[in-house]
């Protein structure tokens, strides 16, 4: 049974969420808030698996009590938001990069799509109840969040500190170095570790590559964490990066907009959803629009599909991935990121076939260490990279080749 604890302040709302949760017999709801501090109180008192929480709420908003959450008890958090238009979307994003899981938007009675997004509520929360957590060992700094953007050690931002989610999967164990928790998923012995060989581009060796590239083009795939991922990596990027970067993301439909703009304003690069026909520039970021599949028609030029789902997602890793080595070959620099599982694995396999260099994020530092394992196991990864040593990793491939 997952016991879940629901933080919102609206009452028609609490009825609402109580009922689509209670109407699933794997679900019970252990209790109610009507703000953020007493969702904290709450947390600590009920232990549930899981937290849905509001962001706009009086005394603490949803931001705060998730900071809180992860601090003093870590819990699965999932954001509901007034929706994608609302105002509040940008601190939704933060409350994910202060630790919460996912965002959904909020169902609605007077919405077509209300059992859709009922629906999607039970399952998100059912899939987030698998991820465990731990004790988070880093302190939240106490600013709020107008304040400059956190950002994790051994990246070059000066004068900011490091947020992390305390999330694990089984099988969790202390790093030597740090006595963080890193995250392992349980059936893992086995599988053999991404190939370690020598690469050099330009005056810069790198390892997991046997022959040198001039990338002309670097594809990103995330799913679960990747928000959070993806602005640790966007950020510390140089405004001089030299390639067009094309990006999957799964979230919740109508959230990838305002996910780039809240990326946007951490990044120096420029980040816009992908258009149909669109033309891509170096050091401009593409993201796959909401529904739809991206590929490269031809070198330099986006399409937009809306054919079937791969690994049951639309947009897919995997597809962009694919039309990424038919167009680049070994030109082409592909990376997956945390997620829940297996999308880009045999599209990130296809880019190094086709001579291309791959990286996965690696399961110590991973939300869940779903698509990277199954890349690794795939044997389609030359290396697994700490997140914070990835965007560093890119800088050097693509700024030191020929």
Same mark, same amino acid.
């Given at each position: 049974m997952i016991g879940v604890l629901i933080v919102e302040d609206s009452a028609t709302m609490q009825s609402m969420l109580v009922e689509i949760l209670s109407s699933d017999p794997g679900i019970k709801v252990l209790g109610v808030a009507n703000n953020?501090?007493?969702g904290v109180q709450k947390a600590i008192e009920l232990k549930p698996d899981v937290v849905t929480m509001d962001i706009r709420m009086p005394i603490m908003d949803g931001f705060e009590a998730t900071r809180r959450i992860m601090r003093e008890c870590p819990t699965r958090i999932i954001v509901v938001s007034a929706g994608v238009d609302s105002p509040d979307?940008? &601190?939704? $994003?933060?409350?994910?990069?202060?630790?919460?899981?996912?965002?959904i938007e909020k169902p609605r009675g007077a919405l077509a799509n $209300?059992?859709?997004? @009922?629906?999607?509520?039970? &399952?998100?929360?059912?899939?987030?109840?698998? /991820?465990? /957590?731990?004790?988070?060992? @880093?302190?939240?700094p106490d600013s709020g969040i107008s304040g400059p953007t956190p950002s994790v050690p051994g990246l070059p931002t000066a004068g900011t500190s490091a947020l992390r989610p305390a999330i694990q999967l089984p099988g969790a164990r202390p790093t030597s170095q740090s006595g963080m928790f890193t995250s392992v998923q349980s059936g893992q012995s086995g599988l053999r570790p991404a190939t370690q060989s020598g690469l050099r581009t330009g005056s810069a060796s790198v390892s997991g590559y046997s022959r040198a590239i001039s990338p002309a083009i670097l594809a990103i795939g995330s799913s679960t964490g990747g928000p959070a991922a993806l602005n640790t /990596?966007?950020?510390n990027l140089p405004a001089t990066f030299p390639t067009p970067i094309v990006i999957v993301q799964h979230i919740a439909q109508g959230f990838t907009r305002g996910l780039v703009?809240? !990326?946007?304003?951490?990044s120096a690069l420029p980040l816009k959803v992908a258009k149909q026909d669109e033309r891509i520039y170096p050091g401009e970021v593409?993201?796959?629009?909401?529904?739809?599949?991206?590929?490269?028609? @031809? @070198?330099?030029?986006?399409? !937009?599909?809306q054919t079937p789902s791969v690994s049951f997602v639309r947009p897919s890793a995997t597809v962009l991935f694919e039309s990424v080595a038919k167009h680049y070959n070994n030109q082409a620099v592909g990376v997956v990121l945390t997620g829940m599982g297996d999308d880009g694995a045999v599209g990130l396999k296809a880019i190094r076939d086709a001579g291309g260099y791959t990286i996965a994020q690696d399961e110590a530092t991973c939300v869940v260490y779903g698509m990277p394992k199954a890349a690794v196991a795939l044997e389609a990864v030359n290396i697994s990279l700490a997140l914070k040593d990835?965007?560093?990793r890119l800088a050097n491939v693509c700024l030191s080749a020929p």
């Open positions: 953020g501090l007493e979307l940008n &601190t939704s $994003f933060n409350a994910i990069k202060a630790g919460a899981l996912d965002v $209300f059992d859709s997004i @009922r629906e999607k509520l039970v &399952t998100l929360v059912k899939l987030m109840s698998e /991820v465990k /957590v731990v004790r988070q060992r @880093r302190h939240y /990596v966007l950020k703009d809240w !990326l946007q304003g951490e593409y993201f796959a629009p909401d529904n739809h599949h991206m590929i490269l028609l @031809r @070198r330099g030029v986006l399409g !937009l599909l990835i965007p560093l």
